[in-house]
């Protein structure tokens, strides 16, 4: 019999064979879609959180059965926004579930690693030489204290750059520990007292006070420092040697007329939000003087007299070193110069000077610093 040129219809084990393999690929590519997508942005290509283009209407009814995709996230109906939002202030704060607890040495960030700018509670307002440096460093090492190394002279310079300029200075604090700063030109200020009140009339305030003989001298000898050219010292403390009227328009000198800059701080904060450290006694007894500035800030008295050795060589005490630190910390160079040698008479016209302001200035405080 011959045979016929027309082919006979699929047999119905052939159809089955062909629809196993077609369903077999279609599930193959579901699965690797699916593997590639948990792997993140492990390959190049849209990087993690973002939707492949679907190219034909099986592989888009195919992508809408894995996630939802179209929007960016952060969008209406898109993926979850990050847990990174904004803080009043513009800073970062975490609004995600809270990270464990731990030492603040791991790499995840939390309230508690992170902190927050905030500023100044408690301000180092004077006076320049009379140990606003040794202060700042020796309170430094309080575990509830953070503090600015550099001088921001913010209330005296920049205060036109505005309070949110001036937080963005200050180190992050938790809001149990105290920021500080230091800018000893403060005290001698006449708009600092108001402009400090305006910020925070709670804001404590220390004033780090010295003899205001030694200090001319000591002011005197870094200015002389940086411009070998300049006067003598007497020849700018007196007008007029002979008759004693001494040059108070001569800033080494004015700035230890204490009680005259004092009123203009007792106009917008109690005696009981300035706290006076004596200079001479941070020399001697610098435990016992930075106990009574921890008494002060309300802190518990952590600095004692462990954390200090006296230094011969500078002539003033020193931080030993520390559990972070292999070596002791002294303050720099430029602190301890030997003093220019001044005349003996010049220093007893000056001691005459300053006696009625500094008695003035103890009734004030009602401490008696001694310096007669």
Same mark, same amino acid.
């Given at each position: 019999?011959?045979?016929?040129?027309?082919?006979?219809?699929? @047999?119905?084990?052939? +159809?089955?064979?062909?629809?196993?393999?077609?369903?077999?690929?279609?599930?193959?590519?579901?699965?690797?879609?699916?593997?590639?997508?948990?792997?993140?942005?492990?390959?190049?290509?849209?990087?993690?959180?973002?939707?492949?283009?679907?190219?034909?209407?099986?592989?888009?009814?195919? $992508?809408?059965?894995?996630?939802?995709?179209?929007?960016?996230?952060?969008?209406?109906?898109?993926?979850?926004?990050?847990?990174?939002?904004?803080?009043?202030?513009?800073?970062?704060?975490?609004?995600?579930? %809270?990270?464990?607890?731990?030492?603040?040495?791991?790499?995840?960030?939390?309230?508690?690693?992170?902190? @927050?700018?905030?500023?100044?509670?408690? $301000?180092?307002?004077?006076?320049?030489?009379?140990?606003?440096? %040794?202060?700042?460093?020796?309170?430094?090492?309080?575990?509830?204290?953070? %503090? /600015?190394?550099?001088?921001?002279? !913010? !209330?005296?310079?920049?205060?036109?750059?505005? $309070?949110?300029?001036?937080?963005?200075?200050?180190?992050?604090?938790?809001?149990?520990?105290?920021?500080?700063?230091?800018?000893?030109?403060?005290?001698? +200020?006449?708009?600092?007292?108001?402009?400090?009140?305006?910020? @925070?009339?709670?804001?404590?305030?220390?004033?780090?006070?010295?003899?205001?003989?030694?200090?001319?001298?000591?002011?005197?000898?870094?200015?002389?420092?940086?411009?070998?050219?300049?006067? +003598?010292?007497?020849?700018?403390?007196?007008?007029?040697?002979?008759?004693?009227?001494?040059?108070?328009?001569?800033?080494?000198?004015?700035?230890?007329?204490? /009680?005259?800059?004092?009123?203009?701080?007792?106009?917008?904060?109690?005696?009981?939000?300035?706290?006076?450290?004596?200079?001479?006694?941070?020399?001697?007894?610098? %435990?016992?003087?930075?106990?009574?500035?921890?008494?002060?800030?309300?802190?518990?008295?952590?600095?004692?007299?462990?954390?200090?050795?006296?230094?011969?060589?500078?002539? !003033?005490?020193?931080?030993?070193? +520390?559990? @972070?630190?292999?070596?002791?910390?002294?303050?720099?160079?430029?602190?301890?110069?030997?003093?220019?040698?001044?005349?003996?008479?010049?220093?007893?016209?000056?001691?005459?000077?300053?006696?009625?302001?500094?008695?003035?200035?103890?009734?004030?405080?009602?401490?008696?610093?001694?310096?007669?």
């Amino acid at each position: 019999m011959a045979l016929s040129g027309r082919a006979g219809p699929p @047999s119905p084990r052939l +159809t089955r064979r062909f629809l196993f393999i077609f369903t077999l690929s279609l599930s193959g590519t579901y699965l690797c879609y699916s593997l590639l997508r948990c792997a993140g942005g492990a390959l190049p290509g849209p990087g993690p959180g973002r939707c492949l283009p679907a190219r034909s209407a099986g592989a888009k009814k195919l $992508l809408h059965k894995s996630r939802s995709c179209g929007r960016e996230p952060g969008e209406p109906g898109g993926a979850a926004a990050s847990p990174w939002g904004r803080s009043r202030g513009g800073e970062p704060a975490w609004s995600g579930p %809270a990270p464990p607890a731990g030492n603040g040495s791991g790499p995840g960030p939390g309230p508690a690693k992170l902190g @927050s700018k905030r500023l100044p509670r408690a $301000l180092i307002v004077g006076v320049k030489k009379g140990g606003t440096r %040794a202060v700042l460093e020796f309170i430094r090492v309080h575990p509830e204290v953070r %503090a /600015v190394g550099t001088e921001p002279h !913010f !209330f005296d310079r920049h205060y036109e750059r505005g $309070l949110e300029w001036y937080r963005s200075l200050m180190p992050r604090t938790l809001s149990s520990q105290i920021t500080m700063e230091k800018t000893p030109s403060y005290f001698v +200020t006449k708009e600092a007292p108001r402009r400090i009140f305006n910020m @925070s009339r709670d804001t404590k305030l220390i004033v780090v006070v010295r003899n205001p003989v030694t200090r001319a001298i000591s002011d005197y000898t870094q200015t002389l420092s940086k411009k070998p050219d300049i006067p +003598t010292f007497e020849g700018l403390s007196f007008q007029n040697r002979s008759l004693g009227l001494v040059d108070t328009s001569w800033n080494a000198i004015r700035i230890g007329m204490y /009680v005259v800059h004092l009123q203009s701080w007792l106009q917008y904060f109690p005696l009981s939000q300035i706290h006076f450290v004596s200079g001479e006694k941070l020399i001697t007894d610098p %435990a016992g003087e930075m106990g009574k500035v921890q008494d002060f800030l309300g802190i518990k008295r952590v600095i004692t007299d462990k954390h200090f050795y006296f230094n011969k060589t500078k002539g !003033f005490p020193c931080l030993k070193k +520390t559990e @972070s630190s292999t070596l002791p910390r002294c303050l720099g160079k430029s602190k301890g110069r030997t003093h220019v040698q001044i005349d003996p008479e010049v220093i007893e016209q000056l001691r005459d000077f300053y006696r009625p302001y500094n008695i003035k200035f103890y009734e004030t405080v009602g401490q008696d610093f001694r310096w007669e």
